[in-house]
């Protein structure tokens, strides 16, 4: 059975997507810590990051970064935040998102849910600084 995150991939699922290659895929958390919250996820269905080969995991950091940065651009936090927990879903995938204190930190915070249009201006802002940032 295919991971709720390989439904997004391959859009049977809906997803407001900011990035995807032949590797990965960065798509908006519909249960945000903070705005422009991330998900740096793997095509490849991989429950433990431990499991994924070091290509690939350098790769999703790669891409993390370049996300943390167009979150630091465009929302103008304290901090940009990484978190691979994968309690939630058994698909590898990396949290990025800005922080202004280590209570943005506590996933008991995230908000139950986000409305469609505040989804897809974030998203439209990250692929805007993420088209201009190289």
Same mark, same amino acid.
């Given at each position: 059975m295919a991971t709720l995150f390989t439904r997004i991939l391959n859009g049977e699922l809906p997803g407001h997507f900011v990035w995807r290659d032949e590797r990965c895929a960065v798509f908006l958390s519909i249960n945000p810590l903070t705005a422009g919250h991330a998900l740096v996820v793997p095509v490849a269905e991989v429950?433990?990051? &431990? #499991?994924? #080969?070091? %290509?690939?995991n350098m790769h999703l950091t790669a891409v993390a970064h370049r996300v943390g940065q167009a979150i630091m651009e465009t929302q103008r936090p304290q901090r940009v935040a990484t978190v691979m927990a994968g309690f939630e879903v058994p698909h590898v995938h990396l949290h990025v998102f800005g922080v202004n204190s280590?209570? #943005? &930190? #506590?996933? !008991?915070n995230a908000a139950a849910g986000v409305e469609q249009g %505040? &989804? !897809?201006a974030d998203a439209a802002l990250l692929r805007e600084a993420l088209g201009t940032s190289g």
């Open positions: 429950d433990h990051w &431990l #499991d994924l #080969d070091v %290509e690939t280590m209570s #943005d &930190l #506590d996933f !008991a %505040e &989804l !897809a």
